[in-house]
């Protein structure tokens, strides 16, 4: 098939498809007349790269993850990177709830403003008390995530 075709039926534009054969990951060799002629198993490929992709995988991994040949799967390296993949987005989820409960921390220090204090007196007021280490810094297990989905707020300093 062609290369429109093969747009058509994955919903890439023939730019993107070049792309994807300028980093590597689709090998159509050229015919005689300098036309290419994609193979039906393109379809599929193309579509667990771009999935890949939506998953979070670079192009390299994602290069390390497909076989020379759409046939030859290395199962067990297969699970293993996508095991791996899966840790990342664990550490990921992790360093993004510790930044959201600092954030949090830091937006209710900031709305505790005392009376009769302006917004650069109270600046300099919370800055100090980060300064000093006084703002809550919570250290958060893995387990602890889930409790910070978007909408439910945690307590700073409770455990």
Not at 51 to 71: H, K, T, V
Request: glycine share 8%.
């Amino acid at each position: 098939m062609k290369i429109g075709e093969l747009a058509r039926r994955t919903g890439l534009a023939a730019s993107r498809i070049r792309f994807y054969e300028d980093a590597g990951l689709l090998q159509v060799p050229r015919q005689p007349n300098g036309y290419r002629d994609y193979p039906e198993q393109a379809v599929l490929l193309l579509e667990l790269i771009t999935g890949a992709q939506r998953a979070g995988f670079s192009l390299e991994e994602i290069r390390a993850l497909l076989p020379p040949d759409m046939g030859r799967w290395q199962h067990d390296a297969l699970i293993t990177m996508l095991q791996q993949k899966v840790a990342d987005i664990e550490a990921l989820q992790l360093r993004l709830a510790q930044s959201r409960v600092h954030l949090v921390a830091l937006i209710e220090d900031i709305q505790a403003r005392p009376d009769g204090i302006d917004c650069a007196a109270n600046s300099r007021r919370v800055l100090d008390r980060v300064n000093r280490g006084e703002l809550a810094r919570p250290t958060l297990a893995a387990g602890d995530v889930a409790m910070l989905r978007p909408g439910r707020r945690r307590r700073v300093g409770s455990g």
